[in-house]
């Protein structure tokens, strides 16, 4: 299996643009989490995806960011508008919903915004 | 809210010594626990899981776990250079959703 595959690895974005990252997670994980990591905040979770439905997305700062999962091997975030204080590197990881498993990462995406 | 607490460091040790690295985490009913290798700029990756109380041996790698204080902990032995890296400990909780929730990790630096 290629693992996990988020795309693009980096985005340099102007503030208030609209920025789309991309998953694909490991195939017959139906579990899919996007963390958002920076160097104040650590990983953060954002959303949690189910069986392509979301559970939980307490974490999503704002009504700027969303996020979509329309099949089990595509998911979306999107930010819109972009600021500056969204700069990070935002990592998509899949597994299944069961506890003792662990959590697969993709590559990320390094988001500059200025 | 579920938490899940280390030491950031930097924690400093010479090649050969002993990496001691831990972790404490707040949900009592939290199953599964993790730590995780990352390097910079690079993804973390699993180096060790553990499930149940007591210790866990992976090659150079031991994994501590006592849920009556819920403490995790993972010891390095023979610490090389290539182990540089941050440390993040994850947890794994109870409750149908088995969300990973993640300290923020210790860096980890061993000097030649």
């Known amino acids: 299996d290629a693992g996990v595959i988020q795309s693009p690895r980096h985005e340099v974005t102007e503030m208030g643009q609209e920025v789309t990252l991309r998953c694909k997670p490991i195939?017959?994980?139906?579990?899919l989490f996007w963390y958002r990591q920076t160097m104040m905040r650590g990983l953060e979770l954002l959303i949690y995806?189910?069986?392509?439905?979301?559970?939980?997305d307490s974490g999503m700062p704002e009504d700027r960011f969303s996020a979509k999962m329309p099949n089990a091997s595509f998911s979306t975030l999107k930010i819109q508008p972009s600021e500056p204080r969204d700069s990070a590197v935002y990592f998509c990881?899949?597994?299944?919903?069961?506890?003792?498993?662990?959590?697969?990462f993709g590559q990320g995406t390094r988001l500059t915004v200025v | 809210q579920k938490e899940v607490e280390q030491n950031s460091g930097p924690l400093s040790v010479p090649e050969g010594a002993i990496a001691s690295l831990n972790c404490t985490y707040s949900?009592?009913?939290?199953?599964?626990f993790f730590w995780y290798r990352q390097y910079s700029g690079k993804s973390p990756e699993l180096i060790m899981s553990?499930?149940?109380?007591g210790d866990k041996e992976d090659g150079r790698f031991t994994a501590q776990l006592n849920k009556a204080s819920q403490y995790v902990s993972l010891l390095i032995r023979d610490s090389q250079p290539s182990d540089s890296a941050t440390y993040l400990c994850?947890?794994?909780?109870?409750?149908?959703?088995?969300?990973?929730?993640f300290g923020r990790g210790t860096s980890l630096i061993v000097h030649p």
């Open positions: 990881a899949s597994t299944l919903p069961r506890p003792n498993t662990e959590a697969f």
């Open positions: 949900d009592r009913g939290s199953q599964s």
């Open positions: 995806f189910n069986n392509n439905v979301p559970i939980d």
């Open positions: 994850a947890v794994r909780s109870s409750g149908g959703s088995y969300i990973p929730t």
């Open positions: 195939s017959g994980h139906n579990s």
């Open positions: 553990i499930y149940s109380n």
